[in-house]
């Protein structure tokens, strides 16, 4: 299985690097290393969001209030920043992670203590935080000219000629890495998502599991709330509406399974910067924007597919060992 | 008995005491989505300058405190127990306000719309800020003004299939070969997402290096817009203008991004209704093809639908910016 995966990581590596070579003959200056930089950069938020969600796919749940507890994190980060020009940002950014944590803990406890399907939970979260910010705000916008300087400096900040977003979104990809593979949690999500009945044998708590998964898809959509309302020097109550569909595709395209159980960081990083290069070239290679929906959509459904085939084939490896070792 | 014939003489003589005091002030209430919304406030500076230039006319501010149109329909209520002589309205909803402004003009209310309008069975005329013609013309003027010599202009509108956004991009290209020397070589879509906006800014930069302006004409676009400029670094290089609200814009008129843009002037278009109220209650007809006056506006001609355009978008530059983001 472990080869497999490597396998599909490879795929999509190749898939990225001839999407790339397509892109260079239209518009050559796109391959160009600051480019390439500036692309990784634009899809860090991406990347973070995709790690998060993938955690909850992993559990065989499914979070789509991300894109929503982004915009409230981020719009309450956003006011206390014009309310109070003084406080210092980590303290701001603490808040709004705080408060990604709490509400991806709403979804946790929902589908722990509630046992209510958590497509059903999240999609009620999505619409009461969208609710939420516009009660917050009053449906005014939140300007470039009433955040501080630092508030909006710190993600653009250059550490070693790049930007201090896309270092954090490669931390993040690091701790990940460690937490899925050399942590019990990590093993949790895979174990419960591989059978969760076999799970609660082996002493894994199935409901407590979901919600450390919620709460860790939370904090990553609060964390990522500041960095979108700072990168984009705006709040309002429709920032990143939709995004929750680029997030599920981004961790679908990696290879992470719907039915849970199936999945890696590392598809999950290609998978959203496959998804990135597409956005970033979409605007320079000159199409029509009615066949750029088409392209995306086209490309999440073959992706899909591929994903599909790679299940069933592991199926009949599994089955296979299975009548060796009865036979 | 006689306590009805005491009630009636108090009605009559009641009656007759507010006929003479409509006699020397007419009132002229301006219903606005909602109380507090500071575009509605500002348009109601402009109504109150237009009743001291008048100088007979009383201006009554009035909406409901949410923006609803029940809310509406009850200020409409009672502002026909209070017997006011004009209602000018922004409307929250376009069907749900006609009923009660219907019951209105069969007590001899004028009613206008403006801003908002309502379905035309429920107001004589409807003031239009602007209109499509003349903002397409404007959002082209505004880049064309800051390019004496010429030079590539793009532009980043709403969704691809925004009718609003479609029309001025419409009009805007039939009135192009009036400035010479701008050519527009790209029309991009952000689709009123602040990432994509954003992106697709980037991608323009990238694809036309001579880029001298970005026309975005949605307020999201074209915050964006200024942002992705700002983050690239080619402020002075690229103006970006545009319609977009003074609140929202004055950061990036303060750093240089965007020199100048454009929307509607709420305080010309409280002044311009109450005008054209106050005109209509000394007996002129709403009535397609009808010029209506409205003081130092000029004169609002009227189409077969009887509405009117007020005047072309008003400029926001670093001078007034500041004064109007505490407005709107």
């Known amino acids: ?327 | 008995m006689k306590i009805l014939k005491t009630l009636l003489v108090t009605a009559a003589v009641s009656v007759a005491m507010m006929a003479t005091a409509q006699a020397e002030t007419k009132k002229i209430a301006l219903v606005v989505k909602a109380l507090g919304i500071g575009f509605f406030e500002a348009a109601n500076k402009g109504a109150q300058e237009a009743a001291k230039e008048l100088g007979d006319v009383e201006v009554i501010y009035t909406g409901p405190t949410t923006t609803t149109a029940e809310g509406q329909i009850e200020v409409i209520n009672s502002l026909i127990a209070q017997k006011v002589d004009a209602i000018a309205v922004s409307a929250n909803d376009t069907n749900a306000l006609v009923p009660a402004l219907k019951k209105a003009m069969d007590r001899g209310i004028k009613v206008i719309s403006w801003d908002s309008g309502v379905a035309p069975e429920g107001r004589l005329m409807h003031l239009n800020p602007s209109s499509n013609p003349l903002i397409g013309n404007m959002i082209i003027k505004l880049a064309a003004d800051n390019l004496p010599d010429g030079g590539d202009v793009a532009v980043l509108s709403a969704t691809a299939t925004s009718t609003n956004q479609n029309v001025w991009i419409e009009e805007m290209n039939k009135v192009l070969p009036n400035y010479k020397g701008i050519n527009v070589v790209a029309t991009v879509y952000g689709d009123d997402l602040a990432d994509k906006s954003y992106r697709e800014t980037q991608g323009l930069i990238q694809s036309h290096p001579n880029l001298k302006a970005i026309i975005a004409p949605t307020s999201v676009g074209i915050v964006a817009a200024a942002q992705a400029v700002t983050d690239a670094g080619k402020i002075g290089q690229i103006n970006v203008t545009g319609l977009g609200l003074p609140s929202e814009m004055a950061g990036h008129v303060k750093s240089g991004a965007s020199k100048s843009f454009a929307i509607w002037n709420p305080i010309d278009l409280g002044y311009s209704a109450t005008m054209i109220a106050n005109d209509l209650i000394g007996g002129a007809e709403a009535k397609p093809g009808a010029e209506l006056k409205m003081g130092r506006m000029g004169t609002v001609k009227l189409d077969d639908k009887n509405e009117g355009a007020m005047a072309d978008p008003f400029i926001y530059d670093a001078k007034n910016v500041e004064e109007f983001a505490k407005i709107f």
């Open chain 1, 1 to 327: 299985m472990k080869l497999l995966l490597k396998n599909r990581e490879m795929l999509l590596v190749v898939a990225i690097i001839a999407l790339l070579a397509l892109i260079a003959m239209r518009f050559p200056p796109f391959v160009a290393p600051g480019n390439l930089a500036n692309v990784y950069n634009d899809t860090s938020i991406l990347i973070i969001l995709a790690l998060g969600q993938m955690a909850v796919i992993l559990t065989r749940c499914i979070d789509l209030s991300m894109a929503a507890n982004l915009a409230l994190s981020g719009m309450a980060a956003a006011m206390l920043n014009a309310a109070f020009p003084g406080l210092p940002v980590p303290l701001i950014i603490l808040t709004a992670v705080a408060l990604g944590a709490a509400l991806g803990s709403i979804n946790g406890l929902l589908v722990w203590k509630l046992d209510i399907p958590p497509i059903v939970v999240t999609l009620g979260t999505l619409t009461i935080y969208r609710g939420l910010i516009f009660l917050l705000s009053g449906g005014a916008w939140i300007n470039a000219h009433q955040m501080s300087d630092a508030f909006k400096a710190l993600p653009r900040t250059s550490i070693l000629g790049f930007p201090l977003l896309s270092w954090l979104s490669l931390v993040i990809i690091a701790i990940m890495v460690v937490v899925m593979r050399r942590t019990p949690l990590g093993r949790a999500f895979f174990a419960l998502g591989g059978n969760p009945h076999a799970a609660v044998y082996t002493g894994i708590d199935v409901g407590r599991t979901r919600f450390l998964a919620y709460c860790l898809s939370g904090t990553l959509a609060g964390l990522s709330g500041y960095l979108w309302v700072s990168r984009y020097a705006v709040a309002y109550v429709d920032i990143a509406a939709g995004f929750e569909l680029d997030i599920i595709a981004a961790c679908v395209i990696g290879g992470v399974s719907i039915a849970g159980g199936i999945g890696s960081v590392g598809g999950a990083v290609l998978g959203a910067l496959f998804l990135g290069v597409i956005k970033n070239a979409l605007p320079v290679i000159n199409i029509s924007p009615f066949a750029q929906m088409a392209i995306s959509g086209a490309v999440i459904i073959i992706a899909v597919a591929v994903n599909a085939r790679a299940e069933k084939r592991k199926g009949r490896v599994i089955l296979r060992k299975a009548e060796a070792a009865h036979g």
